[in-house]
């Protein structure tokens, strides 16, 4: 048979199968000797004998994977901030957007708050990613405006949630899945004492897809980005790139880029690229270090 994998809790994994039901299944023992580890999102083939536990016996190829926690085939990233407190961190919603793009994921910009939105600042963010074409979502996990919207958004889809600390991730999953009741205001995922409590994800069925109840990705691990395809990571930037006059051009200060006059005429967010810089920066320093 195959499978979704829902959750996993120790060696256990719960896989929903094609008719709805689920199943407690063991991995295969020979994953552990070839370091395999199924994860939630995955797609397995599996058997399931009468009395006993179900066996998972392959996954099948993964679309990606996000770490940390782990979940397999996600095909939505809801990149949540406010326009309200805690003030947006930019530079972290664009880290999450190069990862996405990066990692074939589409990724989906939510303003939660709405309610007590500042105009000024909710203008600003929706001109600086206008130009990208990212979907934008204006929405209150308090009185419900735009979750219809939202759920058109979701409809068939693995949605994961990202963005900073308190921006409203959990409420916006309750919101969404009123059986959930995940806890609300918690401060993160380090404890009093210091320590990590790893949580699992969760896939949750719903709108004929699944919603992924996860402390939030602050950041994805992804493979290490070379600077020099950055800018093919930017939506706004990269039908310009071939007019560059070098090729390697990293649109920083070279003559002749075809980047940074997009900002002239509007075409491309001058915070947006400003914020491009620090990161090319961060990729150029990080390759130094990797050679050392
Ligand atoms: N005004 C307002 N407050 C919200 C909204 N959504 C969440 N909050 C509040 O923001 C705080 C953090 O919410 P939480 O869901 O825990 O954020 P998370 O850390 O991203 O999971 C809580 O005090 C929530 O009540 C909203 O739409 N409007
Ligand atoms: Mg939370
Ligand atoms: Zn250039």
Request: hydrophobic share 40%; net charge neutral.
């Amino acid at each position: 048979m195959e499978g979704l994998i829902l959750k996993g809790v120790g060696s256990f994994y719960t896989v929903l199968d094609a008719k709805g039901t689920e199943h407690v299944c063991r991995a295969r023992g020979r994953f552990r000797k070839e370091s395999i580890t199924p994860v939630p999102g995955d797609r397995v083939s599996f058997s399931h004998n009468e009395g006993e536990d179900g066996r998972i016996l392959a996954i099948l190829p993964r679309k990606n994977i996000l770490m940390r926690p782990a979940v397999a085939n996600v095909d939505k990233l809801m990149i949540v901030m406010t326009a309200s407190t805690p003030k947006p961190d930019l530079l972290l919603v664009d880290r999450l957007l190069i990862q996405c793009e990066q990692a074939g994921i589409t990724p989906v910009l939510v303003l939660n708050k709405c309610d007590e939105r500042e105009e000024a600042l909710f203008g600003a963010i929706l001109a600086q990613y206008e130009k990208s074409g990212y979907s934008v979502y204006a929405v209150s996990a308090h009185n419900g405006e735009g979750l219809a919207a939202l759920r058109r958004e979701i409809q068939g889809n693995v949605c994961c949630f990202a963005g900073q600390s308190a921006v409203g991730k959990s409420s916006l999953l309750n919101a969404l899945l009123p059986e959930l009741s995940l806890a609300v205001g918690e401060l993160s995922r380090k404890t009093e004492r210091g320590r990590h409590t790893t949580r699992h994800a969760e896939l949750w069925i719903a709108y004929g897809g699944a919603l992924v109840d996860t402390p939030g990705f602050s950041l994805l691990e992804t493979e290490a980005i070379e600077p020099e395809v950055l800018a093919a990571l930017y939506p706004e930037m990269r039908p310009h790139l071939a007019e560059c006059r070098f090729a390697k051009c990293l649109h920083a200060s070279e003559p002749g880029c075809a980047i940074k006059p997009l900002i002239e005429s509007g075409a491309l967010s001058e915070e947006r690229y400003a914020r491009y810089l620090l990161i090319l920066e961060e990729l150029k320093e990080k390759r130094k270090h990797k050679y050392d």
